[in-house]
């Protein structure tokens, strides 16, 4: 936990933000800053506000530790002005060591270093726990989500085009991963390798690549 001096919304004084664990108390400001967006913009896509009763079992499932975790940033009247969560990818169970994360911080207070401070905390958090990848989709456009997630070492990986359809229009998704621990892969080529054995590391059969494009003839 640690506070920050931020600039005030509109350039006022500046406020001190700190970021901790979030609790069953601070539902109704998550939701609140949560609400904004799912009201007025494609960035989530849920379609109608979400209730209190919804997120009961989700605020139970983030914050009882492991993989699952929910980080609030709060002003010092203790108001909630943004949130993170790392959150499960699949239901299916090798997606386990996959953690989906979020972060949303409230309208008049984005582009003050808040997501960053929600995010350096959040990864912190879940340092030592068994995850190997963490995975967040973006609706696209969305220049600062993207330059937060980039900074934090996220690669985009792909676009799904029109997956969701919100306000009457169809919405692309750009995915970015990372893995938890290290530094970020290299760009893949094009050749996708053998499978990792969990346990040691190892690929089965180093040399068994498989070509997913064809080959183009040197020129
Ligand atoms: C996306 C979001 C969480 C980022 O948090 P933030 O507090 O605004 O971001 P920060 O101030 O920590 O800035 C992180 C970086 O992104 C940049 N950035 C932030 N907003 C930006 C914007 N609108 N356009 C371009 N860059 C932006 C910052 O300049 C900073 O980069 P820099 O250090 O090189 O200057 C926040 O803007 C937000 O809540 N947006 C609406 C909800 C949302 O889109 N959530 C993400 C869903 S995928």
Request: proline share 8%; aromatic share 10%; with cysteine.
């Amino acid at each position: 936990m640690f506070g920050r001096a931020i600039p005030g919304p509109k350039g006022g004084s500046s406020t001190e933000v700190r970021v901790r664990a979030g609790r069953s108390r601070d539902l109704a400001g998550i939701l609140e800053v949560y609400n904004h967006y799912v009201e007025r913009t494609p960035v989530t896509f849920e379609v109608a506000p979400v209730q209190r009763e919804e997120r009961a079992e989700w605020l139970r499932e983030h914050s009882s530790g492991g993989r699952y975790r929910l980080m609030v940033a709060i002003d010092p009247s203790d108001r909630i002005v943004g949130w993170a969560t790392s959150s499960p990818f699949r239901p299916r169970a090798a997606y386990a060591t996959t953690v989906e994360t979020s972060v949303y911080c409230r309208a008049e207070f984005v582009h003050r270093g808040i997501g960053s401070q929600l995010y350096s905390s959040l990864f912190e958090s879940i340092r030592g726990e068994d995850i190997e990848r963490m995975v967040a989709g973006i609706t696209l456009p969305n220049p600062g989500s993207v330059r937060l997630h980039r900074q934090f070492g996220f690669r985009r990986v792909g676009t799904f085009h029109r997956v969701g359809r919100k306000f009457g229009c169809y919405w692309d998704v750009a995915w970015f991963e990372r893995p938890l621990r290290g530094p970020t892969p290299p760009a893949r080529s094009s050749s996708v390798p053998a499978p990792v054995d969990a346990r040691t590391g190892a690929r089965s059969d180093p040399g068994a690549g498989i070509r997913t494009s064809p080959q183009v003839p040197a020129a």
